[in-house]
């Protein structure tokens, strides 16, 4: 079992083409710093995501920090016969269980509360892993990398429930929804996880495990 | 190496190296039977996928599917009646409803991901097919083949879908939903939409551009 690295070789992320990792091109000697291209496509090629567990990082706190005012600030206001009403996410959820509504309150529940936090906690989980270079499953950790990334866009239903309230009910102050910041807030934490699963390169997961057996063998 | 049932494979065609896009491992792939997918032994990945038709059958979706946006676009999905009066809602008066509201940021998202993604994705998915069909496909026009895979996740109309039935149940109780002639053809561009990303299979693609590049996977 060989991967591209050890083999000096480097995948295209878009076309998959294997190109060699070149020492030189036209006699000038190539350092970390020298941008390469796939010779089919022409996208920039790099054997790992450039700083990868730094940018992941970096959008996962601030993800955290907005996860916040994501929760605590109200999302939008129900004005019914003049009267306001703010609803924070948890909130929302609590009224649609209180009204009987308990699919609909599952589902955002699910869409809103439990995966942002399941995203979170396995984003900060996996880079917190490969720091300590950890052996523990690591096709168990792919694959729960590879969930994250695929349902994390779904927590964005909730953002699209309270844009189209807005547009539809707009009676002026007999009934009408207005957004509060606490949707905006909520918005940026799921774009900027999307961005932090974007940027995460799960091939670190692998590679503290490749080197630790290569040491043994030299041994 | 790791495929379904690969019995139908000729033993001379080519076998294809491919590291695994999500554990490195270099993989040796023998050409795939149709319907065939191979995944990565190590961690379960996919790795190549055989689909008849694929490049056909994914213009026919594409271009089904912005007959379907545009018609989407130009009536209202959803109105609300309520105290004699009729409130209407369209993809984009949905993201202008919240620039009115002063959420300027959230109207650019909601504008981003219900509708200009969406038209960028069934566009360029028609060019660039059309482009491969017609074997004119280069490494200039592949540029924008890339930035429609990088931006794949950020068209979000099925969710859109999922939170307009959301907003029905809601709003069921206190007033009247009257359905829009668009949210008919806007259940079937959510179809067409889900058909396009389960046929496209970009290595057709890009094995496209290979041939004409002369370089070998
Ligand atoms: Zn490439
Ligand atoms: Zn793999």
């Avoid at chain 1, 955290?64 to 009267?83: D, R, S």
């Avoid at chain 1, 009224?95 to 609909?104: D, K, R």
């Avoid at chain 2, 059958?57 to 379907?68: D, E, M, P, S, Y």
Wanted: aromatic share 10%; proline share 4%; net charge neutral.
């Amino acid at each position: 079992m060989t991967t591209a690295l050890q083999a000096g070789l480097i995948s295209c992320h878009f076309c998959h083409t294997l190109s060699k990792l070149p020492e030189s091109i036209d006699g000038e000697i190539i350092n970390k710093n020298t941008e390469i291209y796939c010779p089919c496509c022409h996208s920039s090629l790099y054997s790992r995501i450039p700083n990868s567990l730094n940018r992941t990082w970096a959008l996962l706190l601030a993800a955290l920090i907005l996860y916040i005012p994501a929760n605590t600030l109200p999302v939008m206001t129900v004005i019914f016969w003049g009267e306001g009403q703010p609803d924070t996410i948890l909130s929302g959820v609590m009224h649609l269980f209180a009204e009987g509504m308990w699919p609909l309150a599952l589902l955002i529940f699910l869409a809103s509360i439990f995966i942002p936090i399941l995203k979170l906690l396995t984003l900060t989980g996996l880079l917190i892993s490969i720091h300590f270079r950890a052996h523990w499953r690591p096709k168990d950790r792919t694959i729960m990398y590879r969930i994250t990334e695929f349902i994390g866009r779904w927590s964005m239903v909730d953002i699209f429930v309270i844009a189209l309230l807005v547009a539809l009910v707009q009676f002026g102050n007999t009934a009408s929804v207005s957004p509060n910041l606490g949707a905006l807030s909520f918005a940026a934490v799921v774009i900027l996880t999307m961005f932090a699963a974007q940027t995460f390169d799960p091939r670190l997961i692998w590679d503290a495990i490749e080197e630790d057996s290569a040491k043994e063998t030299e041994k | 190496m790791a495929s379904n049932h690969s019995n139908n494979t000729s033993p001379h065609a080519q076998v294809s190296h491919i590291a695994c896009p999500d554990c490195d491992l270099i993989l040796s792939v023998p050409p795939l039977a149709v319907n065939e997918v191979a995944y990565c032994i190590r961690c379960d990945a996919t790795l190549l996928r055989n689909q008849k038709n694929s490049i056909d059958r994914t213009l026919a979706f594409a271009i089904t599917g912005l007959i379907l946006f545009v018609i989407s676009n130009l009536f209202p999905l959803l109105s609300l009646k309520a105290m004699g009066l009729t409130q209407e809602s369209s993809l984009l008066s949905t993201a202008l409803a919240l620039f009115e509201a002063d959420r300027p940021l959230l109207s650019l998202i909601i504008l981003l991901t219900t509708f200009i993604f969406p038209a960028i994705t069934l566009l360029g998915t028609i060019y660039i097919l059309i482009q491969v069909k017609t074997n004119r496909i280069n490494r200039y026009t592949a540029l924008l083949f890339r930035f429609l895979r990088r931006t794949d996740a950020w068209g979000m109309l099925e969710i859109f879908m999922l939170a307009i039935l959301v907003a029905l149940v809601k709003l069921g109780d206190v007033a009247d939903v009257i359905y829009g002639v668009s949210l008919y053809a806007f259940c079937l561009l959510i179809l067409s939409l889900s058909l396009l990303s389960y046929s496209l299979n970009p290595q057709d693609v890009w094995n496209s551009l290979r041939n004409k590049q002369g370089c070998s996977l």
